[in-house]
T-cell receptor, first 114, second 116 residues
Framework: EDKVVQSPLSLVVHEGDTVTLNCSYEVTNFRSLLWYKQEKKAPTFLFMLTSSGIEKKSGRLSSILDKKELSSILNITATQTGDSAIYLC??????????????FGKGTLLTVNP | DGGITQSPKYLFRKEGQNVTLSCEQNLNHDAMYWYRQDPGQGLRLIYY???????QKGDIAEGYSVSREKKESFPLTVTSAQKNPTAFYLCASSIGGGMPYNSPLHFGNGTRLTVT
């Protein structure tokens, strides 16, 4: 059975801090890993990673995949209160090899205090 | 603007009643999904559909049913057989076309269902 584990499950920081969120996975036939940000309702797409060692960056957020370690990290530098959200990690491919099944981790709840 | 519309935002039902959650998309996506989110549980897949008139069970399909008669629409019915129906339900879509691992999901704003 495919598995995605995120850590920590929750994190409280002060504005300006840098945070690193972790995601590890066990999945048959790995294709990609996705990060989403969920503030109150709809998760919004952040990054899709397919190649090991290549950093994807968007403003203060960046992410990198390590296929050897079966993991990914999401970095947020100079955090702001608007970064407070649940960050979800997901990999496609369920039991039986379906690429349509996206398996999600439980998420990391990030709280940024002013 | 293209997107996914879920309705209603909040739904209250008595135990023993079936209820249907609406999901409509105008993104011209082939694939659509229903997820359930409980506090501390992440998102769990209920049903998904790759094309019209076809759908498959996800990890927690018991007590739920779906239909996919039109490309744009993928309604979810929560039946009285679902033991713990109170949750936040998210509908999503993706381009599909045989390479869903290459196309991120787009989510609706969710429906919060409370059953008492």
């Amino acid at each position: 059975e495919d598995k995605v584990v995120q850590s920590p499950l929750s994190l409280v920081v002060h504005e300006g801090d840098t945070v690193t969120l972790n995601c590890s996975y066990e999945v048959t036939n790995f294709r990609s890993l996705l990060w989403y940000k969920q503030e109150k309702k709809a998760p919004t797409f952040l990054f899709m990673l397919t190649s090991s060692g290549i950093e994807k960056k968007s403003g203060r957020l960046s992410s990198i995949l390590d296929k050897k370690e079966l993991s990914s990290i999401l970095n947020i530098t100079a955090t702001q209160t608007g970064d407070s959200a649940i960050y979800l990690c997901a990999v496609p491919g369920g039991g039986g090899g379906s690429n349509y099944k996206l398996t999600f981790g439980k998420g990391t709840l990030l709280t940024v205090n002013p | 603007d293209g997107g996914i519309t879920q309705s209603p935002k909040y739904l209250f039902r008595k135990e023993g009643q079936n209820v249907t959650l609406s999901c409509e998309q105008n993104l011209n996506h082939d694939a659509m999904y229903w997820y359930r989110q409980d506090p501390g549980q992440g998102l769990r897949l209920i049903y998904y559909s790759q094309i019209v008139n076809d759908f498959q069970k996800g990890d927690i399909a018991e007590g739920y049913s779906v239909s996919r008669e039109k490309k744009e629409s993928f309604p979810l019915t929560v039946t009285s057989a679902q033991k713990n129906p109170t949750a936040f339900y998210l509908c999503a879509s993706s381009i599909g076309g045989g390479m869903p691992y290459n196309s991120p999901l787009h989510f609706g704003n969710g429906t919060r269902l409370t059953v008492t």
